[in-house]
């Protein structure tokens, strides 16, 4: 026996080739032999290939025997096996014909899956629900709380009001950057994803009826800063739980749900303020906020019946208990045994090279590892230009700007409906591609229409300035935010959160998406500018991640940032010169290989 395979035979840990345990480290002298200089190709490669079969099927055994999983060992074979060579895995020859039948229906109907996991992807909806009513309910009663709570009143000077203005309707992601973002890790430690979720829903319901009932500015500027708490962990808890629960050729859609439903939530909230617009006062603005106490306790009951995720258990050596998670997550044991392993695998490897750290040491990798310097700097990107597209300012002012256009205040709540409706409708088309044409195209897709659109809004406020009440500026400033909304949605609306779930490393999966989280005329053309920044920041600097494994991203972030920008740019002159200048060019060699890594969608 090879004296390496002895030795890992003797630690318990799955025997691994040299070769591919030292890609994990990201040492520099290593790089020549992980990627193929002369065509820019990164080969991707399974901790398992070439492990002979022998030695993998006593690793196997070693495996079960050491997580009393013995009872299991011949799914737990027959998945080893197909996770060493998914692209042979029907050639198998221990499987037996129902089990081909499952792994063949993974490319041919990835829609069928059990419902455990429809019910789960449910509960990250309603949760990804919450997140977006939250933001949106505000934005009616906040056209009536500033004046029943004495913000807009003469005791304070114009700026003064600004500024208590921004704080009050701010106070949730003031909450987020500086601490609701980074409670993630000890929370998820301690209380696991679901508790997690169940935690801050409950926050969430509870700063709800506070906002309900607050009587002066401060006391509603606490209630929204506690409610951040709350958004903080769940906007960086949910979509990591449903990354780790999901299969890879529909992983991308089920996380992308976070946003599909953040846009649903966004709509019900537009719908409350138009619903409660018609009351008193004093009363109105108070059952907007109080409206959204409902779905996160639907939340804190539906979690209770969700399973564990199976990355997080493997990560604590509570592997049975991941297991029967898969179990119930997979259509067949087979490929629950399949799943376990292969993650436990790279888990394991994850372990020998990060052995000893911490979260300051973790935070501190995300810096000084290039693989996940990579995959922070992409996962900045996505998530700062969603800030700095103007979406936050159209959610929480989209009616104030409806009133400086020229509508009546029941008119502008209706036209804040609007862009609620078409936020979640047009999330409908990503959500059938994002898995398909991939993260990237869909952003470099839509950014320079988010441009246009922002132009668009803005310069329309100077049509007819001197005159209130002009029907010209009224629609073309509609339509102008209309299409934002349009181009939004299947874009940087759903992308960003998707992309930070999947791009890092176990081990770093918590800080890194805290990290990724924590972040008229003048103002629109301000936004549009950074549409266009972002275009060439996704462009250079963006890895594919469509329908690879969690464990298969660490080889695309292996990838050098230089000749992934060298390339990119290579392609985008390609694609120009073919689609606009329309010269006939021979295609360009593919910068990904190891087609068989790819899962097809």
Same mark, same amino acid.
């Given at each position: 026996?090879?004296?390496?395979?002895?030795?890992?035979?003797?630690?318990?840990?799955?025997?691994?080739?040299?070769?591919?345990?030292?890609?994990?480290?990201?040492?520099?002298?290593?790089?020549?032999?992980?990627?193929?200089?002369?065509?820019?190709?990164?080969?991707?490669?399974?901790?398992?290939?070439?492990?002979?079969?022998?030695?993998?099927?006593?690793?196997?055994?070693?495996?079960?025997?050491?997580?009393?999983?013995?009872?299991?060992?011949?799914?737990?074979?027959?998945?080893?096996?197909?996770?060493?060579?998914?692209?042979?895995?029907?050639?198998?020859?221990?499987?037996?014909?129902?089990?081909?039948?499952?792994?063949?229906?993974?490319?041919?109907?990835?829609?069928?899956?059990?419902?455990?996991?429809?019910?789960?992807?449910?509960?990250?909806?309603?949760?990804?629900?919450?997140?977006?009513?939250?933001?949106?309910?505000?934005?009616?009663?906040?056209?009536?709380?500033?004046?029943?709570?004495?913000?807009?009143?003469?005791?304070?000077?114009?700026?003064?009001?600004?500024?208590?203005?921004?704080?009050?309707?701010?106070?949730?992601?003031?909450?987020?950057?500086?601490?609701?973002?980074?409670?993630?890790?000890?929370?998820?430690?301690?209380?696991?994803?679901?508790?997690?979720?169940?935690?801050?829903?409950?926050?969430?319901?509870?700063?709800?009826?506070?906002?309900?009932?607050?009587?002066?500015?401060?006391?509603?500027?606490?209630?929204?800063?506690?409610?951040?708490?709350?958004?903080?962990?769940?906007?960086?808890?949910?979509?990591?739980?449903?990354?780790?629960?999901?299969?890879?050729?529909?992983?991308?859609?089920?996380?992308?749900?976070?946003?599909?439903?953040?846009?649903?939530?966004?709509?019900?909230?537009?719908?409350?303020?138009?619903?409660?617009?018609?009351?008193?006062?004093?009363?109105?603005?108070?059952?907007?906020?109080?409206?959204?106490?409902?779905?996160?306790?639907?939340?804190?009951?539906?979690?209770?019946?969700?399973?564990?995720?199976?990355?997080?258990?493997?990560?604590?050596?509570?592997?049975?208990?991941?297991?029967?998670?898969?179990?119930?997550?997979?259509?067949?044991?087979?490929?629950?045994?399949?799943?376990?392993?292969?993650?436990?695998?790279?888990?394991?490897?994850?372990?020998?090279?990060?052995?000893?750290?911490?979260?300051?040491?973790?935070?501190?990798?995300?810096?000084?590892?290039?693989?996940?310097?990579?995959?922070?700097?992409?996962?900045?990107?996505?998530?700062?230009?969603?800030?700095?597209?103007?979406?936050?300012?159209?959610?929480?002012?989209?009616?104030?700007?409806?009133?400086?256009?020229?509508?009546?205040?029941?008119?502008?709540?209706?036209?804040?409906?609007?862009?609620?409706?078409?936020?979640?409708?047009?999330?409908?088309?990503?959500?059938?591609?994002?898995?398909?044409? #991939?993260?990237?195209?869909? @952003? $470099? &897709?839509?950014?320079?229409?988010?441009? %246009?659109? +922002?132009?668009?809004?803005?310069?329309? *406020?100077?049509?007819?300035?001197?005159?209130?009440?002009?029907?010209?500026?009224?629609?073309?400033?509609?339509?102008?935010?209309?299409?934002?909304?349009?181009?939004?949605?299947?874009?940087?609306?759903?992308?960003?959160?998707?992309?930070?779930?999947?791009?890092?490393?176990?081990?770093?999966?918590?800080?890194?998406?805290?990290?990724?989280?924590?972040?008229?005329?003048?103002?629109?053309?301000?936004?549009?500018?950074?549409?266009?920044? #972002?275009?060439?920041?996704? @462009? $250079? &600097?963006?890895?594919?991640?469509?329908? %690879?494994? +969690?464990?298969?991203?660490?080889?695309? *972030?292996?990838?050098?940032?230089?000749?992934?920008?060298?390339?990119?740019?290579?392609?985008?002159?390609?694609?120009?010169?073919?689609?606009?200048?329309?010269?006939?060019?021979?295609?360009?060699?593919?910068?990904?290989?190891?087609?068989?890594?790819?899962?097809?969608?």
């Amino acid at each position: 026996m090879d004296p390496k395979a002895e030795k890992n035979v003797q630690d318990d840990t799955p025997y691994v080739d040299a070769g591919k345990a030292e890609a994990y480290e990201d040492r520099p002298s290593r790089r020549p032999t992980q990627i193929d200089t002369t065509n820019l190709a990164a080969v991707f490669e399974n901790p398992l290939a070439g492990v002979p079969k022998d030695q993998l099927m006593a690793d196997v055994e070693t495996f079960c025997k050491k997580y009393d999983l013995i009872d299991h060992i011949d799914e737990f074979r027959k998945g080893a096996l197909v996770a060493q060579n998914p692209s042979q895995a029907l050639d198998v020859t221990e499987l037996s014909e129902q089990d081909r039948i499952f792994i063949e229906r993974e490319h041919t109907h990835k829609w069928s899956q059990p419902w455990q996991l429809y019910f789960l992807a449910g509960m990250c909806s309603l949760a990804a629900a919450v997140q977006g009513m939250d933001e949106t309910v505000n934005n009616g009663a906040q056209a009536i709380y500033l004046k029943q709570l004495n913000i807009t009143s003469e005791r304070f000077s114009q700026n003064m009001i600004d500024n208590l203005t921004g704080l009050v309707v701010g106070a949730p992601y003031l909450a987020c950057a500086i601490l609701g973002c980074w409670l993630t890790e000890p929370l998820n430690a301690l209380f696991a994803r679901r508790g997690t979720i169940f935690l801050s829903c409950f926050i969430a319901a509870v700063a709800s009826i506070w906002e309900g009932v607050a009587n002066s500015w401060v006391n509603l500027f606490i209630a929204r800063f506690v409610l951040g708490l709350g958004i903080g962990s769940k906007s960086t808890t949910v979509p990591v739980y449903a990354a780790e629960c999901s299969p890879a050729p529909i992983r991308g859609a089920l996380v992308m749900m976070w946003q599909m439903w953040t846009a649903f939530g966004i709509m019900l909230g537009n719908i409350m303020g138009v619903a409660f617009g018609g009351l008193s006062d004093d009363l109105s603005w108070r059952l907007m906020l109080g409206s959204t106490v409902v779905l996160p306790i639907i939340v804190c009951a539906q979690v209770y019946f969700c399973p564990e995720s199976p990355r997080w258990l493997i990560q604590r050596d509570r592997v049975a208990k991941a297991y029967q998670s898969f179990q119930t997550l997979r259509p067949s044991d087979v490929q629950a045994a399949r799943d376990t392993y292969y993650t436990y695998v790279g888990v394991e490897i994850e372990r020998k090279v990060n052995h000893g750290k911490n979260f300051f040491t973790q935070f501190r990798d995300l810096f000084t590892v290039p693989r996940n310097r990579r995959a922070t700097l992409a996962t900045w990107i996505v998530m700062f230009m969603q800030q700095f597209c103007a979406v936050n300012a159209i959610a929480y002012y989209s009616t104030t700007i409806f009133i400086s256009s020229g509508y009546s205040t029941n008119s502008a709540l209706l036209a804040s409906m609007g862009t609620g409706i078409l936020n979640w409708v047009f999330a409908i088309p990503a959500f059938l591609t994002i898995d398909t044409w #991939g993260r990237r195209n869909l @952003l $470099l &897709f839509t950014f320079p229409f988010l441009c %246009l659109s +922002l132009l668009w809004t803005g310069f329309s *406020f100077w049509i007819e300035p001197d005159n209130p009440n002009s029907k010209a500026r009224v629609g073309m400033v509609t339509a102008g935010m209309y299409l934002f909304e349009v181009f939004y949605s299947p874009g940087e609306g759903p992308v960003p959160f998707t992309y930070s779930a999947e791009a890092f490393p176990l081990h770093v999966r918590d800080v890194g998406m805290s990290w990724a989280t924590a972040t008229p005329q003048g103002a629109f053309g301000f936004y549009a500018a950074w549409c266009i920044i #972002g275009w060439f920041l996704v @462009l $250079l &600097f963006m890895p594919e991640t469509k329908a %690879l494994t +969690l464990e298969e991203l660490d080889q695309v *972030f292996g990838v050098s940032t230089r000749k992934h920008a060298r390339y990119q740019l290579k392609n985008a002159s390609w694609h120009f010169r073919v689609w606009i200048l329309r010269q006939k060019l021979e295609p360009l060699e593919p910068f990904y290989k190891g087609a068989e890594k790819l899962m097809e969608s």
